[in-house]
């Protein structure tokens, strides 16, 4: 008989030869002995991964229904941009219209934040983001409450992206004023990757079980 109808004939038959039963006449360390040990091991390997997908479906069908959720890895670059700046800026006050991108996927996003003036700590605020991804107008702005000493300064916004209570990232918006002419300019931080484990016992098990399978194939059959 050939090997490959030792490996698949019967599951009875692969047990029986994975226990070490060995046909009369036939001694333990000849080559097709070895070869069909390692076949049945293999097809012992192939029905524990077929057991495991087909265990908790016998009584219903698929047709690419939702399940579980699978690992994911967040959303770690540039999640929050700003962009097409245009403005007008005084001693007293500044407006700066822009664009924002959220790449975020999912919400609700929220955005704590907070300012500095010429380098000192200003004031804080946050945001909405509401739901990503998204492309939106928005404006930087404030109104000082007495003139600042120099026609040139400048205001940082610093804004860290959440999602969920996990930070994506950071959006750096530097507003610097020049004598009446205002730039603008953003630097997104992306936070360090983290994978977020999701899914049941179920999952986990059945992962286990298929490194387990997989482990076997590569065990090597010694020689007596």
């Not at 409450?145 to 040139?152: E, G, Q, R, V």
């Not at 205002?182 to 977020?196: C, E, F, G, H």
């Not at 490194?211 to 590569?218: H, I």
Request: hydrophobic share 45%; proline share 8%.
């Amino acid at each position: 008989m050939s090997d490959r109808a030792i490996a698949c004939s019967s599951p009875l038959k692969i047990a029986s030869r994975w226990l070490g039963a060995t046909p009369s006449g036939v001694s333990a360390g000849e080559g097709p002995t070895l070869r069909a040990s390692r076949a049945a091991r293999a097809c012992l390997a192939a029905l524990a991964v077929a057991g495991m997908l087909v265990t908790g479906s016998a009584s219903a069908k698929s047709s690419g229904e939702r399940g579980e959720p699978a690992p994911a890895v967040k959303v770690v670059n540039d999640a929050l941009t700003y962009s097409n700046f245009a403005g007008e800026c005084s001693q007293t006050a500044f407006v700066v219209n822009a664009t924002g991108n959220l790449a975020v996927v999912g919400g609700p996003v929220s955005g704590p934040g907070s300012t500095t003036l010429d380098g000192l700590p200003y004031d804080t605020y946050e945001l909405d983001l509401k739901t990503g991804p998204a492309t939106f107008v928005t404006k930087f702005d404030r109104v000082f409450p007495a003139p600042l000493p120099s026609a040139t300064y400048e205001m940082v916004f610093t804004t860290r992206v959440m999602l969920g209570g996990v930070q994506q990232g950071v959006s750096i918006t530097t507003i610097r004023c020049t004598n009446g002419v205002v730039s603008a300019r953003n630097r997104a931080i992306p936070s360090t990757p983290m994978l977020v484990p999701v899914g049941g016992p179920l999952m986990w098990l059945a992962l286990s079980l298929l490194l387990a399978a997989s482990a076997l194939t590569l065990v090597p059959v010694r020689r007596r």
